[in-house]
Structures are given as structure tokens and as C-alpha cells.
């Protein structure tokens, strides 16, 4: 949306192919994300989780806007759900439907209610950077500056819980 000015600035985690070279994507800081289930779910029951036995059930990924960067298949599993928001990852999880990655900041309350499962994998947690997305001829105004400096905060009080 950025690159085709129909907002000034953008704040999330990306990955390279989702930036274009008229834009700018500085990091404002690391998020943790974890593997996660619902306590129901037959992973969570496994004294350790295998890349074998995820790609055996169904993963929840995160899906793009833009066509071309919509997943041909999970990142793992070959069967997958791809929805468009963390949120709506989390939800699927604790309603059964898979396995998935989320940031640990939108799930603090579904974990201390016992309503997701960390997964006993190798992997299980993992960073992400977050940025900040601009046009890249963009000086950042008072607001954006702001802005940026209160989530930069955020993401690094996050690292210290």
C-alpha cells in the first residue's frame, strides 16, 4: 500500500520479497514469535515435535495481498491455511484447526489461559524483525518519528519480559 501511496508509512514483519526498491524498510527492533497449537491438538501431546510431524498436519501461515507472494504451499506442510493477519493465525490455532507461528505479543492471554501450547520443536522460538516501511525519498515527519520511537521501545521492553 505503501508503494502505491495509498498510505505514508507501514509498520510489520516482512520479508525481502515484499519491498520494492522505491521503498525503505529500516528495523525497528526483534519480535519473538513461537510454534504453537491447541492443547487438544495431537503435536501438543508429542514429547518433541519433528519437521516430520509438522509437515503432517496442517499448518497456519501467513498469507500476502499481492497475488505473486501468496504461498504455493505452507512453509512445512504441504496442507495449509493462509490467512492475512497474526490474529486470525492465533484464533485458527486455538480453535484446533493446525499448527502455526505467532508473535508472542498477541497471544500472552491465550497462552497464560492454556488455550495454545508452545511446541516441544527445535525451533520452536524464533525472532522476526519488524520494520518500518516509507517510500524511500521519504524524510520522516514529526508523527512517523513518534511513532516509530514508541513501537522501537516496545519491541525491546518486549525483550526484556
Not at 51 to 72: G, R, V
Not at 103 to 124: C, D, F, I, W
Request: charged share 20%.
Amino acid at each position: 500500500m505503501v508503494d502505491e501511496n495509498l498510505a505514508d508509512v507501514a509498520y510489520g514483519m516482512i520479508d525481502g520479497r515484499e519491498i520494492n526498491d522505491n521503498l525503505t524498510a529500516p528495523v525497528l527492533g526483534n519480535m519473538d514469535v513461537y510454534l504453537v497449537c491447541s492443547p487438544e491438538h495431537n503435536l501438543s501431546r508429542l514429547s518433541y515435535v519433528s519437521n516430520t510431524d509438522l509437515a503432517q498436519h496442517t499448518e497456519i501461515t501467513l498469507s500476502h495481498l499481492e497475488p505473486t507472494l501468496m504461498p504455493k504451499r505452507g512453509e512445512i506442510s504441504e496442507d495449509y491455511i493462509a490467512l492475512t493477519f497474526y490474529e486470525y493465525i492465533r484464533d485458527a490455532a486455538v480453535d484446533g484447526l493446525g499448527w502455526a507461528r505467532v508473535p508472542v505479543a498477541l497471544m500472552k492471554n491465550e497462552l497464560q489461559q492454556t488455550q495454545l501450547s508452545v511446541l516441544r520443536h527445535g525451533e520452536a522460538r524464533n525472532q522476526l524483525s519488524y520494520h518500518v516501511i516509507r517510500p524511500g525519498n521519504a524524510v520522516p515527519g514529526d508523527v512517523q518519528s513518534w511513532l516509530s520511537t514508541k513501537v522501537r521501545q516496545y519491541l525491546i521492553d518486549q525483550l526484556q519480559c
